[in-house]
């Protein structure tokens, strides 16, 4: 059986996911669940996830729903390049501190940084205090800065010389607020140089279109009464 893969690139996992099958040649069948029209909340897909969110995967009667977990299951099952995920067990370690660091600090900045700057005020029409936006985007800053001191510091990838998962997660992360008109690369010359080599590592053509999608986020538009009812609370507990 193909392999399924439920997404919506305008997820930041969803993308990398996306990104690392098309990049490797991984055969799969995208199963689109639009977040903005509340998909997700389905009881049809939650059959699939019963936590109704993506991304997840199927391969047969096996699923998988945690977005690191997806990309390590990709990287065992099929013959991608060690640099992905390193056979060196140092250098493995490298990638493992990153996935593990991120979930709850870069993800969790970006993240906000979207949902307060765009999604809230625009799609669900809830204003954002300017003292919220201010002290989320404070946030951001000081992440940015400890992912350039701690992570990148001065090599070519996060994890050395060559790309990685670390990367590819670390890169649709900070789209979001991208995404959302926040200039995060801007002062940042060692940031945005490696923002470029990663771009050029993945392909400037699949990392446009994965990223569609998200660079009009701003252009949503409001969101339909019943949706806004249905994903408000699950919204709120997540960007606070």
């Known amino acids: 059986m193909v392999l399924e893969l439920y997404l919506d690139l305008l997820s930041q996992p969803c993308r990398a996911i996306y990104i690392f099958a098309k990049k490797n040649r991984i055969p799969f069948e995208m199963r689109t669940v639009e977040l903005l029209k509340g998909q997700h909340l389905s009881d049809a897909f939650a059959q699939v996830n019963p936590l109704k969110k993506v991304p997840a995967l199927k391969d047969g009667d096996f699923i998988l729903t945690e977005s690191v977990a997806i990309l390590l299951y990709l990287t065992r099952k099929y013959q991608v390049p060690d640099y992905w995920y390193p056979q060196d067990l140092q250098a493995r370690a490298r990638v493992d501190e990153y996935l593990a660091w991120q979930h709850t600090a870069l993800r969790r900045n970006c993240l906000r940084a979207l949902w307060h700057k765009v999604m809230l005020p625009v799609f ?25 001191d701690k992570f990148l510091q001065n090599k070519t990838f996060l994890a050395g010389a060559h790309i990685s998962l670390a990367d ?17 690369f801007e002062g940042r010359p060692k940031l945005d140089a490696w923002r470029q080599r990663v771009e050029a590592a993945l392909g400037k053509d699949l990392f446009q279109e994965a990223h569609e999608v998200i660079l009009k986020a701003k252009d949503s538009p409001p969101a339909d009464p019943t949706i806004k009812q249905k994903m408000m609370p699950g919204v709120l507990a997540m960007i606070r």
């Open 124 to 148: 669900l029409g809830e204003p954002v205090p300017p003292q919220t936006l201010a002290a989320t985007l404070s946030e951001l800053d000081v992440t940015l800065q400890l992912l350039e």
């Open 168 to 184: 590819l997660v670390a890169i649709t992360e900070l789209m979001h607020p991208v995404g959302a008109g926040c200039q995060v």
